[in-house]
């Protein structure tokens, strides 16, 4: 089972719309949380960090389920430009590298 | 723009060659980190450095090897290169550990 797992999607919805996923981790001693996006043949790029009473940034919000192990990320308002690749990122206890998922391909359009 | 810059942006090799990938570090960071990404995955850890010393490795193999110099960028290098090391190379750069990192534009490396 991998560490990070992410629902590939293509997630496809209208400019306005709202569209959510999640992204489960497999160990519960877990101690940061992100999201990154990656635009195609790109570097990430950070989106925000996630906390465990939730956050929002704009147009998106990020919470963290500790006890289901999960995070998710929901986008408001979509705009076109929200089309790309979102990386849900893992600091494991006792681990400093940024575990991976595989992203979740979102596309907005006209 | 993160600060983080890679070079070269791009790298044909052919198999067996060796390579050597640099990278320097946003003003102020202390922390680099190395990652692979094949198409259609997300990226693949393959070391750390922290203060110039080596503070974590992936699965790997040993002709993937790097350092990290006193200004605190780094490189990576890579030996007898194989068709299955094409992939995009990513330096990551932080200050201190378990936080955010921010990325350079990355290596696309194609071996043949």
């Known amino acids: 089972r991998k560490e990070v797992e992410q629902d590939p999607g293509p997630f496809n919805v209208p400019e306005g719309a709202t569209v959510a996923f999640n992204c489960t981790y497999s160990n519960s001693a877990s101690q940061s949380f992100f999201w990154y996006r990656q635009d195609c043949r790109k570097e990430p790029k950070l989106l925000m960090s996630?906390?465990?009473s939730g956050n929002e940034d704009g147009r998106f919000t990020a919470q963290l389920n500790r006890a289901s192990q999960y995070i998710s990320l929901l986008i408001r308002d979509s705009k076109l430009s929200d089309s790309a690749t979102y990386l849900c990122v893992v600091i494991f206890s006792g681990d400093y590298k940024l575990s991976f998922g595989a992203g979740t391909t979102v596309t907005v359009r006209a | 723009e993160t600060g983080v810059t890679q070079s070269p942006t791009h790298l044909i090799k052919t198999r067996g060659q060796q390579v050597t990938l640099r990278c320097s570090s946003q003003?102020?960071?202390?922390?680099v980190s190395w990652y692979q990404q094949a198409l259609g995955q997300g990226p693949q850890f393959i070391f750390q450095?922290?203060?110039?010393?080596?503070?974590g490795r992936g699965n790997f193999p040993p002709r993937f090897s790097g350092l990290q110099f006193p200004n605190y960028s780094s490189e990576l290098n890579v030996n007898a290169l194989e068709l299955d090391d094409s992939a995009l190379y990513l330096c990551?750069?932080?200050?201190?550990?378990?936080?955010?990192?921010?990325f350079g534009q990355g290596t696309r490396l194609t071996v043949v």
């Open positions: 003003s102020g960071h202390n922390t």
């Open positions: 996630v906390y465990s």
């Open positions: 450095y922290y203060r110039e010393e080596e503070n």
């Open positions: 990551a750069s932080s200050y201190g550990l378990n936080t955010e990192a921010f």
